[in-house]
């Protein structure tokens, strides 16, 4: 059978956001997946070829003002290159992102991610899982506690550090982990057959 490669490429302003992108990876490790973690910020040549083998890429980055940092934007136009050579057509792409609010507007970084994967011949790859605290017995410890559909969702508050990012939150991107990995190996699966 084949392993999945599955790469992380994000970035974390204060921390939040890599303990989210480490449980990514820990959920796709334990679906039998290669996995990546790549700092935008500190990508390197090597680190493209990784992402140009990967069979998925998850995009992370927190939410800052309203879509992804400044790292991940200089990132994205980066992969212009390969937009132009169609190198990542048909990867599974996913996302993840933190902000310090409950809203925080993330649903917009999601949705840049998913314009940017769509920009780059991508097949997205969403959360799968039911909306959790949305009724008299639920609670803030449920999977998918925000209600997030497109990608892992998290928050934080401002004023705390990297340990305090939400165990739901944790669990629910270990999940986002999951999901790709085994999305990519029923993928590849269904490659080999054609």
Do not use: C
């Amino acid at each position: 059978m084949t392993t999945p490669v599955v790469s992380l490429a994000y970035h974390s302003g204060y921390g939040h956001t890599a303990v989210i992108a480490e449980a990514v990876r820990a959920g796709a490790v334990e679906a039998g997946a290669e996995v990546h973690l790549i700092k935008v910020d500190e990508i390197t040549e090597e680190q493209w070829t990784v992402l140009d083998r990967s069979d998925a890429i998850v995009f992370g980055s927190p939410t800052y003002m309203g879509t992804a940092s400044g790292a991940f934007h200089v990132f994205a136009e980066a992969t212009s290159k390969r937009w132009a050579t169609q190198a990542w057509k048909d990867k599974l792409a996913a996302g993840f992102t933190n902000s310090a609010s409950k809203s925080g507007d993330k649903l917009h970084t999601l949705q840049y991610f998913q314009i940017l994967a769509a920009q780059l011949g991508m097949h997205w790859v969403n959360l799968g899982l039911l909306p959790g605290w949305n009724s008299s017995t639920g609670s803030e410890h449920d999977l998918n506690r925000l209600g997030v559909f497109t990608g892992a969702a998290a928050q934080t508050n401002a004023d705390e550090g990297p340990e305090a990012v939400h165990k739901a939150d944790i669990a629910t991107a270990e999940q986002l982990g999951r999901r790709v990995a085994e999305t990519a190996r029923v993928f590849l699966k269904g490659l080999a057959a054609a």
